[in-house]
């Protein structure tokens, strides 16, 4: 059974701190993986995605990826308001089957002014 | 970013009647999915589409049923709706090229009475 680990939080970050949010999965061969931000009664919105171990940097955002843990995170610098949100971690499977996504049940964040 | 449009984004409806939750995207995406989320639970994956006459179910059973009858539109049906399909709907679309990223519609949230 593939599954995605979040914690549910929440995690609550002063305004103008690092947010750092964390994601386990347990099917060693996920090659893909995604972060997606969801404000409440809204649709996932695809922030950051990573394919490959290391950092990969988009603007105040950044995903860690360690395959070999079977880890990945999300920091977020200079966190404002608007940050505030459900933050779901996502894992695709190698090529064959069904390539849905699957989904962590999310790290609600909330940011404090 | 993809443009993917979900109608209608409120439905309540009474027990038995027969619903179609339409989907519609204007990128040429040939992937196409749907996925199911319970208020704060996690996103499963209940039907994709590789492409025209191609559909699947996915992870999570569903007694929902979908057509692929265009590249643009998805749409999924209930037969006779039950208390037990309240939920959100949440239609996605990607690229067969390149990146898993998908990118999701609005929604539909669904209340059967």
């Known amino acids: 059974q593939k599954e995605v680990e979040q914690n549910s939080g929440p995690l609550s970050v002063p305004e103008g701190a690092i947010a750092s949010l964390n994601c386990t999965y347990s099917?060693?061969?996920?090659?893909?993986f995604f972060w997606y931000r969801q404000y409440s009664g809204k649709s996932p919105e695809l922030i950051m995605s990573?394919?490959?171990?290391g950092d990969k940097e988009d603007g105040r955002f950044t995903a860690q990826l360690n395959k070999a843990s079977q880890y990945v995170s999300l920091l977020i610098r200079d966190s404002q308001p608007s940050d505030s949100a459900t933050y779901l971690c996502a894992v695709t499977p190698p090529g064959g089957g069904a390539d849905g996504l699957t989904f962590g049940k999310g790290t609600h964040l909330i940011i404090q002014p | 970013e993809a443009d993917i449009y979900q109608t209608p984004r409120y439905l309540v409806i009474g027990t038995g009647k027969k619903i179609t939750l339409e989907c519609s995207q204007t990128?040429?995406?040939?992937?196409m999915y749907w996925y199911q989320q319970d208020p704060g639970m996690e996103l499963h994956l209940i039907h994709y589409s590789y492409g025209v006459n191609s559909t699947e179910k996915g992870d999570l059973s569903s007694e929902s049923t979908v057509s692929r009858i265009r590249t643009e539109h998805f749409p999924l049906t209930l037969e006779s709706a039950r208390p037990s399909h309240t939920s959100q709907y949440l239609c996605?679309?990607?690229?067969?090229?390149?990146?898993?990223?998908?990118?999701f519609g609005p929604g539909t949230r669904l209340t059967v009475t």
């Open positions: 990573i394919y490959s171990n």
């Open positions: 996605a679309s990607r690229s067969v090229e390149g990146t898993h990223e998908q990118y």
């Open positions: 990128m040429g995406h040939d992937k």
């Open positions: 099917d060693r061969v996920s090659q893909s």
